[in-house]
């Protein structure tokens, strides 16, 4: 066996966590048997309950759209001054947006996820990353940032953003927010803050409430440009399905609540417990949390062996994700590897 990990996929796509097909291939195990912590997606989901059956028979229906829009607004505390679509998954936009905008400079802060520069990087625009806000050129047109950042959980003021993305705007452009971990953190959000001059917003339905496979999420922003964007969807663009169990979670104030607290009190267990495992804690957010170490690739392996993955990152290999465990028996999985992989460190 000879894993590849550190190489990039060979078929044109980004690498990304999840892949348990790619696991197997490469360190053997059934595909039951593994821990997957590698995708930064609560393992708590919300309890999909009573979906009726027109919405798996019927079109979505204008009215399913609306009610989804309307908890969507409340949820994300948008400002009355910008307008909200729903979306297949965010992804969908991520690939959309540099489709509609003139051919420019695009500055990214990064490390970040990669679809990003890859999206605005194959429809021609110039692509460069960055390494934070203070370093955004005067001739960019379009900045994109992830807020709080994925990987590291880098957070920026609100009022720097919303300066940043007058600037843009004035100079013809627009600044970018992929906020798809800011649910555990809502004070952090620009949504509340949107006007004529944006930001443009990337919501994520699936990471919070652990239900990626229901391909929902949002965009925010100025009404005219939201309109366009809803137009370039096209009817129908996101199942009734996902209409309905969404409308509904996003309106579960309690289920939320309790959320956010059950996943930050799982943050607190996991960063201590990768600390104490020797792992320098470079950041994260209440869904995943960064390490760096001289000894990543290794610990990569080691934990791939006993069939559990975390994230790892083929351009920066110091670097490992992990997501959080979902019951006591995973939890403690992890820590028993961990704590093996320590003691063969410490004993060499």
Known sequence: MNPTFLQKPENGLQFHGGDLHWACANFGHDMSEWLDISTGINPYPYPITDVTTSAW?????????????????????????????ALPGTQSAIQ??????????????????????????????????????????????????????NPDGRKYLTQDLKALAKKLHDRGGWLIIDEAFADTDPEISLAPDVDENGPLILKSFGKFFGLAGLRLGFLIGPPPFVDRIRGELGPWAVSGIALEAGAKALADDEWITSTRSRLHNSAHRMTN???????????????????ESENAEDLFRHLCEAAILCRMFPERPNFLRFGHPGTEKEWIRLETSLHDWTRSENSR
Not at 60 to 80: C, F, G, M, N, Q
Not at 139 to 149: E, F, G, M, R, S
């Open 96 to 149: 959309l947006l540099p489709r509609l905008m003139p051919l420019s400079e695009v500055e990214i802060i990064s490390p970040t996820y990669n679809e990003h520069a890859a999206c605005w990087s194959r429809t021609g625009h110039q692509v460069r990353e960055i390494e934070g806000i203070e370093d955004i050129s005067w001739t960019a047109k379009i900045a994109i940032l992830v807020h709080p950042n």
């Open 273 to 291: 417990l990768l600390a104490q495992s020797g792992l320098k804690i470079v950041g994260g957010t209440d869904l995943f949390c960064l390490t």
């Open 57 to 85: 028979q019927r079109l979505p229906s204008a009215s399913a759209e609306t009610a989804i829009l309307d908890a969507a607004k409340t949820y994300y505390s948008v400002s009355k001054a910008a307008k909200i679509c």
